[in-house]
């Protein structure tokens, strides 16, 4: 099995949401889980492929031609700083609902943060233009610092 990981935006063009209170961008924050996530699934002999890219397009096709079996954009989603919770988008194809609520349901167990559910987007680019099953998940609100610190209370255990 190859997962493709793609921690959300660019920490050279694109930083994403922030959090001015923490000195916190999206784009970092998502890398280093990126990086927790890696480490985690090669431990259980997953080959993985850690992509951060803000050429979407370049990012969906090198998936595509890699032939990987799931596509996982990592992200931290952010409002006006009193949003709570997680949400995983997917695509609806059978495959990436599936993981989507698999890997909801295990976010929600950790972090034990209102769960804002799965929510099928077929809209949104990267689910679109890969073609094996597809989720992007919005871990916690990077702008909400209750979120954050149950975040980094159980960081491993979200990876």
Do not use: W
Request: with cysteine.
């Amino acid at each position: 099995m190859l997962i493709c990981i793609n921690p959300g935006h660019d920490r050279k063009r694109d930083s994403g949401a922030v959090n001015e209170r923490l000195r916190l961008r999206e784009c970092d924050a998502a890398y280093e889980l990126g990086l927790a996530v890696t480490a985690a699934l090669a431990h259980r002999q997953v080959r993985v492929a850690l992509r951060q890219d803000n050429d979407l397009a370049a990012l969906c096709k090198e998936a595509n031609a890699m032939g990987a079996d799931l596509f996982v954009s990592l992200h931290f989603n952010a409002f006006d700083g009193t949003a709570s919770g997680t949400e995983t988008f997917c695509s609806g194809s059978a495959g990436s609902t599936a993981a989507a609520v698999a890997v909801q349901r295990r976010l929600c167990r950790v972090l034990q943060l209102p769960d804002r559910g799965v929510k099928r987007r077929p809209d949104l680019y990267v689910l679109s233009r890969t073609i094996m099953p597809a989720i992007l998940v919005e871990v916690c609100f990077l702008d909400n610092d209750g979120d954050m610190a149950r975040y980094a209370a159980c960081r491993a255990d979200v990876a």
